[in-house]
């Protein structure tokens, strides 16, 4: 099945700084690469998502970048403010019939301000 | 528009003993998935059903775990008899597209297995 691995598990950073949290992923099938956000007592909330034939997409202060071959991708957060304080995870999902979704690890961003 | 509702939102209960949660989706939102997440972790597939059907529970501990979703709408999933290594959150989440595309999450279930 998939494994999807994600780095670093925290991280912190000064606001008004950029961050950015890294995920491999290990099926090649995998085709759309959704971000979560998850603050404290509630669920993930998609935040930006990715399909395998895009290799960046842009929302404002946020940013993923896919790389195919390698097997990795990327979210990018620009301008960190304190309500980007959050866990995020990466995911994978490829589409054989239904979707099947495998999180990674998380990473916990603190941004200071 | 409505979100994931999900009930009880923490549950404290003793080792060897059951608990169910139940989850009422997004309306017209033909998949629902339960996943758990323990402290630390990211989401780990329980089980996903595709309207009543379950298209995917081979992360499912059968010999304890159950989950249902009568008339393809809510769902309950139940724990019976419940580990220490149960303590989690349980998150309920739905979508509308069948191949790929955003999950919706409820805001968990807190267990604690005593």
């Known amino acids: 099945g998939e494994n999807v691995e994600q780095h670093p598990s925290t991280l912190s950073v000064q606001e008004g700084d950029s961050a950015v949290i890294k995920c491999t992923y290990s099926?090649?099938?995998?085709?759309?690469f959704p971000w979560y956000k998850q603050e404290l007592g509630k669920g993930p909330q998609l935040i930006i998502d990715?399909?395998?034939?895009?290799g960046e997409k842009k929302d404002q202060r946020i940013a993923v970048t896919l790389n195919k071959t390698a097997k990795h991708f990327s979210l990018h957060i620009t301008e960190t403010q304190p309500e980007d304080s959050a866990v995020y995870f990466c995911a994978a999902s490829h589409s054989g019939g239904y979707q099947k979704v495998t999180f990674g690890i998380g990473t916990k961003l603190q941004v200071i301000p | 528009e409505a979100g994931v509702a999900q009930s009880p939102r923490y549950k404290i209960i003793e080792k060897r003993q059951s608990v169910a949660f139940w989850c009422n989706p997004i309306?017209?939102?033909?998949?629902l998935y339960w996943y758990q997440q323990i402290l630390g972790q990211g989401p780990k597939l329980l089980i996903q059903?595709?309207?009543?059907?379950?298209?995917?529970d081979s992360q499912l501990p059968k010999d304890r775990f159950s989950a249902e979703r009568l008339k393809g709408v809510d769902s309950t999933l139940k724990i019976q008899p419940a580990k220490l290594e149960d303590s989690a959150v349980y998150l309920c989440?739905?979508?509308?597209?069948?191949?790929?595309?955003?999950?919706?999450f409820g805001e968990g279930s807190r267990l604690t297995v005593l």
């Open positions: 059903f595709q309207n009543n059907g379950v298209v995917d």
């Open positions: 989440a739905s979508s509308l597209e069948v191949s790929t595309g955003e999950l919706f």
């Open positions: 099926d090649s099938a995998s085709n759309y």
């Open positions: 309306s017209g939102h033909a998949t």
């Open positions: 990715i399909r395998s034939n895009v």
